[in-house]
Antibody
Framework: QLQLQESGPGLVKPSETLSLTCTVSGGSISSSSYYWGWIRQPPGKGLEWIGSIYYSGSTYYNPSLQSRVTISVDTSKKQFSLKLRSATAADTAVYYC??????????????WGQGTMVTVSS | SSELTQDPAVSVALGQTVRITCQGDSLGSYYASWYQQKPGQAPVLVIYGKNNRPSGIPDRFSGSSSGNTASLTITGAQAEDEADYYCNSRDSGVNHVIFGGGTKLTVL
């Protein structure tokens, strides 16, 4: 049973870089059938897609965050990572990593991590 | 970019049928998926594609689509179905993912 686990600091200072890692266990990160993505949820609000990465390194980002976001993958460690630069209080959220089908006609995130709360505050 | 619009809140009497809708231009071209989220928990995929349920999802959950509207139907709603429900799809013409704003379902 494939599982995802987010890790990283729970507190980030304003203007600094928010960095999170998602570790894949119980399965392969190098499958051509899936993308790996980050989704966040501010307290009391809805879900927001941050971006996705393919095992080859191809990336796709939310246009509203693209200038500040980098997602990378390390297949040898079975991990993919998120970096969000110049963090502000508006970036305070629960951050989820998730797996989705590789088809762009059907976007279905079928496996999610438990989520990690990140607070941006001095 | 496109948007997906959901009613903020819907209620249903225990055992009755409820339909939660998701409207957006991209749904005329791409499938929607639906997620259930209970407080303090990660979202769970309940419906994807034309009308597919992942393993472990009760068959009272079903999906449908017409034009630019996708629907999630719960037939015989149970108390444990009380949750937030989100739809998602591809943004029109670009390789981006979009989510609806979510619908809070109350089971009375």
């Amino acid at each position: 049973q494939l599982q995802l686990q987010e890790s990283g600091p729970g507190l980030v200072k304003p203007s600094e870089t928010l960095s999170l890692t998602c570790t894949v266990s119980g399965g392969s990160i190098s499958s051509s059938s899936y993308y790996w993505g980050w989704i966040r949820q501010p307290p009391g609000k809805g879900l927001e897609w941050i971006g996705s990465i393919y095992y080859s390194g191809s990336t796709y980002y939310n246009p509203s965050l693209q200038s500040r976001v980098t997602i990378s993958v390390d297949t040898s460690k079975k991990q993919f990572s998120l970096k969000l630069r110049s963090a502000t209080a508006a970036d305070t959220a629960v951050y989820y990593c998730a797996r989705r089908s590789s088809s762009w006609y059907l976007i279905a995130f079928d496996i999610w991590g438990q989520g990690t709360m990140v607070t941006v505050s001095s | 970019s496109s948007e997906l619009t959901q009613d903020p809140a819907v209620s249903v009497a225990l055992g009755q049928t409820v339909r939660i809708t998701c409207q957006g231009d991209s749904l005329g071209s791409y499938y929607a998926s639906w997620y259930q989220q209970k407080p303090g928990q990660a979202p769970v995929l309940v419906i994807y594609g034309k009308n597919n349920r992942p393993s472990g999802i009760p068959d009272r959950f079903s999906g449908s689509s017409s034009g630019n509207t996708a629907s999630l139907t719960i037939t015989g709603a149970q108390a444990e179905d009380e949750a937030d429900y989100y739809c998602n799809s591809r943004d029109s013409g670009v390789n981006h993912v979009i989510f609806g704003g979510g619908t809070k379902l109350t089971v009375l």
